[in-house]
């Protein structure tokens, strides 16, 4: 039996690459689309390279290419374009590092905090504009933010994210609540967290349960010029309830790093709201978090070829 052969459709870390390299041939795609290839042109591209090792994140892996004889296909991302189970169905192996990086992700909060709290992005705007004084009123005056110390930061999702946030925020000289009911220390419902949190920042998994769960009702419950703060899933919320509840000033502002399909319409009345600050799914995109991520993943290819059982990491459980 010769060498698997193993398309790489996103950048590997060279430590990564060079181990995958050991046992597997490897090709790449260089004119892969800004948003992954389609099911079908993927398709074709495993049939021309003759590749049988998939390693992904973010092209769509459905019925044309799962029907296709795959060793494994190994995502670096959330496989929220693979149809997982189409790939049980049909007996192919979907290999994901599900853990987050919980450190990253938790700075990324902070850090749409701190954009939202000081108004950091249109500031920087009007600097480098030169527009600083283009009204008889001060910067100072016209960016003026609000203290994080002393105020209340709700976490919903009190796993490993949400414990990362809550000792930041605590450092911070914040109050910390939390909602989970998975987790005896959050001792608050959801409804409880909602009304007395400055900030809401939403830290669960997309399940039944959650999808959708923040609503109108829910973002109704929050105080006036609260802080909205999403770095898990899009689908999360309502983004129809999410945009009013802005647009008529009842939130103070909302951080978003996840979007439906990890896709916003540039024309959407989100991208037209001054105290919102989007992000395009930063949460994990450190160097670090890269580099351990594409080492597991690698890890997990080289077991499964030896015909060893590779050590998949769930996805239950809160992030």
């Not at 799962?66 to 374009?81: E, H, I, K, Q, Y």
Request: charged share 25%; aromatic share 4%; proline share 6%.
């Amino acid at each position: 039996m010769g060498r698997p052969r193993a398309l790489v459709l996103t950048a590997l870390p060279q430590s990564a690459l060079a181990r995958l390299g050991e046992f597997a041939d490897v090709v790449g795609a260089p004119d892969r689309p800004n948003l992954g290839f389609t099911d079908e042109q993927l398709a074709d591209l495993l049939i021309e390279t003759g590749a049988t090792i998939l390693i992904t994140d973010g092209d769509e892996v459905r019925r044309s290419v799962l029907s296709l004889p795959l060793d494994v296909v190994a995502s670096l991302g959330a496989p929220v374009t693979i149809d997982l189970a189409l790939a049980a169905e049909l007996g192919v192996k979907v290999l994901r590092v599900d853990d987050r990086d919980s450190d990253a992700v938790a700075e990324l909060t902070l850090a749409l905090l701190f954009a939202l709290s000081r108004h950091i992005v249109p500031a920087d705007r009007e600097v480098r504009r030169g527009r600083v004084y283009r009204t008889k009123v001060p910067p100072a005056e016209r960016y003026r933010g609000s203290r994080l110390a002393g105020r209340t930061f709700g976490i919903v999702g009190l796993g490993r994210v949400g414990r990362a946030v809550r000792w930041r925020c605590e450092g911070l000289g914040m109050r910390v609540i939390a909602c989970d009911p998975y987790v005896p220390e959050a001792t608050h419902t959801l409804p409880e967290l909602l009304a007395e949190a400055d900030v809401v920042s939403l830290h669960v998994p997309v399940t039944a349960e959650t999808r959708g769960f923040i609503g109108d009702t829910e973002l109704g419950l929050m105080k006036r010029g609260a802080i909205y703060l999403n770095t898990s899933r899009g689908s999360l919320h309502d983004l129809s309830a999410l945009v009013d509840a802005l647009r008529w000033g009842h939130l103070g502002g909302a951080g978003i790093d996840h979007f439906e399909g990890e896709w916003l319409d540039p024309r959407h009345p989100l991208t037209r709201l001054s105290n919102v600050v989007l992000t395009p799914r930063l949460g994990e995109a450190t160097d670090e978090s890269q580099e351990e991520r594409a080492e597991r993943v690698v890890e997990e290819i080289e077991s499964l070829v030896r015909g060893e059982t590779p050590v998949v990491m769930p996805s239950a459980g809160l992030v």
